[in-house]
């Protein structure tokens, strides 16, 4: 009798099951196509590793350990589940048998030990640390998640004491069922009442398992199913490289994303696999500052309105737009598309994409906050956010020691390609002089293409308008086709991302060095002398673009130690750097009141250091945002911002000291 009860209930709990999986993941059946079939055997390995290694999840120590427990036991304890429904519905069927009674069994008693301590952990996290990143998260779920898997570890082992306790006899294969059989015989559990004891526990074991099952599809610990396809399908373009928009079905015109239709499939794959733990949002400093932004949020919240009616792509009400409903403007506005939300995703959601997609619709729209509106008039007209005219881009070059070739005209060893903050803005445009003198000092064969170059584009794209970034990015491609050089330099980063990872797309390959790279290499070919007598204690800030973005981290550390300086790294440093708050079109845009800028709160973290006078940047918009910063704290003796090349300056030997 027992089988076919537990056929009848297996059945229906994975008919349940499935069809609630079905209804949720039917519509990615319908979605746009996203691609990621290529390079199959590097994106197993990878998902192999990143799963099986916990890479990202160990990050944040205490959450990735008791992680890593939970899902090392439910490996071996999938084990005990399959004997317990084999058992149960193959009569005879022992899994353990295999083992003789042996390592099998006694795995299965370890590794219920820790996944009890895991679950421990968790419930601990979850309801006495409480983070600041479960703000938002569904509290509810993870204990229905609770109630029911730890009743699966206890009834398991109970049912395996009781077995024990019929003969009397512990074994010494499982310990720990054998440490439960003792207090059961105490009560009289023997014989008889032991064998309705281990039924008892059988089938409270059996039914904690199928209604985890059933609860599982519209659970956030989905997860456990859609975290491989996840990371599996993750993108294999550069860091940097934004996708196109997908083109509209039967026509050229490319698709905006208004409605949950015109995301791909992969989009909504991301929205289901979220596992709600907040380390995006707890590395937003969109967030941080009081934005209306929590990436985890904005995930969520796709995913919640995609499961409603107005969601699903099969109802009628599937073409209602999400920017205004489900996620308002301001939300995507407030992004510095710094990256590192997906820099720390678990489960490698793309944020960004997804942003800068809706941004898109936004720009087709016309709803654009008046200075973005200006900029991006300017970069349209002018090729700068300035509103410039090109031929004032390579003024900051008048009084130089020597005339900077023009690229376009003869060749040059170096194509210098300047970006528009170091031409434009005054504070920038001193460091480019620094940068062209020390060039000189070396005796690079520079130049630069002066009326020629326009704003490459990168952050007009991040900003949501495709039109103009392919625009400015056809005219930079078409500029640099008739030069004759070897290298593209570039002291801005978010130049150097477009240059190295965006235009490659647009069927434009150039070797891309940042101007750290080249000066590390000029002062180890001892083409710049260093005299390292000024040196002193600093720090130094890794911009976005240039680490995260392009893996760029440690040019810069060296060339301020080959200076003579002691380097102290900030807290938050390399991949897990936080963002100067300019970036994605920011700098644009009217910074609305809220909680202390990023900015500020950097130069403040580094204050924290102790014996630190020194903050170094290597990016034009940094210095720009630093400098900002240091004035509104009114730190200004305390605390300087000193661009690289600044550094170098002071540092590097001239003539006049040669002759001393």
Same mark, same amino acid.
């Given at each position: 009798?027992?089988?076919?009860?537990?056929w009848a209930?297996t059945?229906?709990a994975?008919?349940?099951?499935g069809?609630r999986?079905?209804?949720?993941?039917?519509?990615?059946?319908a979605?746009?196509p996203a691609?990621?079939?290529?390079r199959?055997a590097?994106r197993?390995s990878f998902?192999?590793?990143?799963?099986g290694?916990?890479?990202?999840l160990l990050?944040?120590?205490?959450?990735?350990?008791?992680?890593a427990?939970?899902?090392?036991?439910f490996?071996?304890?999938f084990?005990?589940?399959?004997?317990?429904?084999?058992?149960?519905?193959?009569?005879?069927?022992?899994?353990t !048998?295999?083992?003789?009674?042996t390592?099998?069994?006694?795995?299965?008693n370890?590794?219920?030990v820790?996944i009890?301590?895991?679950?421990?952990m968790?419930?601990?996290?979850?309801?006495?640390?409480?983070?600041?990143?479960f703000?938002?998260?569904?509290?509810?779920?993870?204990?229905?998640?609770?109630v029911l898997a730890?009743?699966i570890?206890?009834?398991?082992?109970?049912?395996?004491s009781?077995?024990?306790?019929?003969?009397?006899?512990?074994?010494?294969?499982?310990?720990?069922?054998t440490?439960?059989? *003792?207090p059961?015989?105490?009560?009289?559990?023997?014989?008889?009442?032991a064998e309705q004891? %281990?039924?008892?526990?059988?089938?409270?074991?059996i039914? !904690?398992?199928? !209604?985890?099952?059933v *609860?599982?599809?519209?659970?956030?610990h989905r997860?456990?199913?859609?975290?491989?396809?996840?990371i599996?399908f993750?993108?294999?373009?550069?860091?940097g490289?934004l996708?196109a928009?997908a083109?509209t079905?039967g026509?050229?015109t490319?698709t905006?994303?208004?409605?949950?239709?015109?995301f791909t499939?992969k989009?909504?794959?991301?929205?289901?696999?979220?596992?709600?733990c907040?380390r995006?949002?707890?590395?937003?400093?969109a967030?941080a500052?009081?934005?209306?932004?929590s990436?985890?949020k904005?995930?969520?919240?796709?995913?919640d309105?995609?499961l409603?009616?107005q969601g699903?792509m099969?109802?009628?009400?599937?073409a209602?737009?999400?920017?205004g409903?489900?996620?308002?403007?301001?939300?995507?506005?407030?992004?510095?598309?710094?990256?590192a939300?997906m820099?720390?995703c678990?489960v490698?959601?793309?944020h960004?994409?997804k942003?800068?997609?809706?941004?898109?619709s936004?720009?087709?729209?016309?709803?654009?906050e008046?200075?973005?509106q200006s900029?991006?008039t300017?970069?349209?007209?002018q090729g700068?956010s300035y509103?410039?005219?090109?031929?004032?881009r390579?003024?900051?070059?008048k009084?130089?020691?020597?005339?900077i070739?023009d690229?376009?005209k003869e060749?040059?060893d170096?194509?210098?390609f300047v970006g528009d903050f170091?031409?434009f803005?005054?504070?920038?445009?001193?460091?480019?002089f620094?940068?062209?003198?020390?060039?000189?000092?070396?005796?690079?064969?520079?130049?630069?293409?002066?009326d020629?170059?326009?704003n490459?584009g990168?952050?007009?794209r991040?900003?949501?308008d495709?039109?103009?970034f392919?625009?400015?990015a056809m005219?930079?491609?078409?500029q640099?086709?008739?030069?004759?050089f070897?290298?593209?330099?570039t002291?801005?980063?978010?130049?150097l991302?477009?240059?190295k990872?965006?235009y490659p797309?647009?069927?434009?390959?150039?070797?891309?060095v940042?101007?750290?790279e080249?000066?590390? %290499?000029?002062?180890?070919?001892?083409?710049?002398?260093?005299?390292p007598g000024? !040196?002193?204690?600093?720090? *130094?800030?890794?911009p976005?673009y240039l680490?995260?973005?392009n893996g760029?981290?440690?040019a810069?550390r060296?060339?301020?130690?080959a200076?003579?300086?002691?380097l102290?790294e900030?807290?938050?440093?390399?991949d897990?750097s936080f963002?100067?708050g300019a970036g994605?079109?920011?700098?644009?845009?009217?910074?609305s009141p809220?909680?202390?800028?990023t900015?500020?709160?950097?130069?403040?973290?580094?204050?924290?250091?102790?014996?630190?006078?020194?903050f170094?940047?290597?990016?034009p918009k940094?210095?720009v945002?630093?400098?900002?910063?240091?004035?509104a704290?009114?730190?200004?003796?305390r605390?300087?911002?000193?661009d690289?090349?600044e550094?170098?300056t002071e540092?590097?030997?001239?003539e %006049?000291?040669?002759?001393?």
């Amino acid at each position: 009798m027992t089988t076919p009860i537990l056929w009848a209930l297996t059945l229906t709990a994975m008919a349940i099951s499935g069809w609630r999986f079905w209804v949720r993941f039917r519509p990615l059946l319908a979605a746009r196509p996203a691609g990621r079939t290529d390079r199959i055997a590097d994106r197993l390995s990878f998902m192999v590793g990143d799963i099986g290694l916990h890479r990202r999840l160990l990050r944040f120590s205490y959450s990735g350990i008791l992680h890593a427990l939970i899902f090392s036991s439910f490996l071996v304890l999938f084990t005990a589940i399959l004997e317990s429904f084999g058992s149960g519905l193959f009569p005879g069927f022992s899994l353990t !048998a295999i083992g003789g009674e042996t390592w099998i069994a006694l795995l299965q008693n370890i590794f219920a030990v820790v996944i009890t301590i895991g679950l421990g952990m968790a419930i601990y996290h979850r309801f006495v640390i409480r983070p600041e990143r479960f703000e938002g998260s569904k509290t509810r779920d993870a204990t229905i998640i609770y109630v029911l898997a730890t009743p699966i570890v206890i009834t398991m082992i109970l049912e395996a004491s009781a077995r024990l306790a019929i003969d009397g006899q512990g074994s010494a294969w499982r310990p720990v069922s054998t440490l439960f059989m *003792y207090p059961m015989m105490a009560l009289g559990i023997t014989g008889h009442a032991a064998e309705q004891a %281990e039924g008892v526990f059988y089938w409270a074991h059996i039914l !904690a398992i199928l !209604a985890f099952l059933v *609860y599982i599809p519209g659970s956030k610990h989905r997860h456990m199913f859609t975290a491989g396809p996840n990371i599996f399908f993750r993108p294999l373009t550069p860091k940097g490289q934004l996708p196109a928009p997908a083109p509209t079905p039967g026509e050229d015109t490319p698709t905006t994303v208004q409605a949950y239709r015109d995301f791909t499939w992969k989009d909504l794959l991301d929205t289901m696999s979220c596992t709600e733990c907040g380390r995006c949002q707890s590395v937003c400093p969109a967030h941080a500052q009081g934005k209306p932004l929590s990436p985890k949020k904005l995930i969520m919240n796709l995913r919640d309105g995609y499961l409603t009616d107005q969601g699903l792509m099969d109802s009628p009400d599937h073409a209602m737009p999400i920017v205004g409903g489900t996620i308002q403007p301001e939300t995507l506005w407030s992004c510095t598309t710094c990256r590192a939300c997906m820099e720390v995703c678990p489960v490698h959601i793309e944020h960004v994409p997804k942003i800068v997609n809706l941004r898109r619709s936004l720009v087709e729209e016309g709803e654009v906050e008046p200075l973005l509106q200006s900029a991006l008039t300017n970069f349209q007209s002018q090729g700068n956010s300035y509103g410039k005219p090109a031929k004032q881009r390579a003024r900051w070059t008048k009084g130089l020691s020597y005339k900077i070739k023009d690229a376009r005209k003869e060749p040059v060893d170096i194509l210098w390609f300047v970006g528009d903050f170091a031409s434009f803005d005054p504070r920038a445009q001193k460091l480019s002089f620094l940068v062209a003198e020390l060039l000189g000092r070396a005796g690079v064969d520079v130049g630069i293409l002066y009326d020629g170059e326009r704003n490459s584009g990168n952050d007009v794209r991040r900003a949501g308008d495709e039109g103009l970034f392919e625009m400015l990015a056809m005219h930079n491609i078409e500029q640099l086709e008739v030069c004759e050089f070897n290298r593209i330099m570039t002291t801005d980063p978010h130049s150097l991302n477009a240059l190295k990872s965006e235009y490659p797309a647009l069927g434009a390959a150039f070797d891309v060095v940042h101007y750290s790279e080249l000066f590390l %290499e000029l002062i180890k070919a001892d083409r710049l002398r260093i005299n390292p007598g000024q !040196a002193g204690r600093v720090t *130094y800030h890794d911009p976005c673009y240039l680490g995260r973005y392009n893996g760029i981290f440690d040019a810069p550390r060296d060339v301020i130690r080959a200076l003579g300086h002691e380097l102290i790294e900030m807290p938050r440093n390399r991949d897990n750097s936080f963002c100067c708050g300019a970036g994605g079109g920011r700098i644009f845009m009217e910074d609305s009141p809220g909680g202390e800028r990023t900015s500020e709160s950097r130069i403040r973290e580094a204050m924290e250091l102790g014996d630190i006078d020194t903050f170094v940047v290597a990016c034009p918009k940094d210095v720009v945002m630093y400098s900002a910063a240091v004035q509104a704290l009114g730190v200004e003796d305390r605390i300087a911002v000193r661009d690289l090349a600044e550094l170098i300056t002071e540092t590097v030997e001239t003539e %006049e000291r040669v002759a001393q």
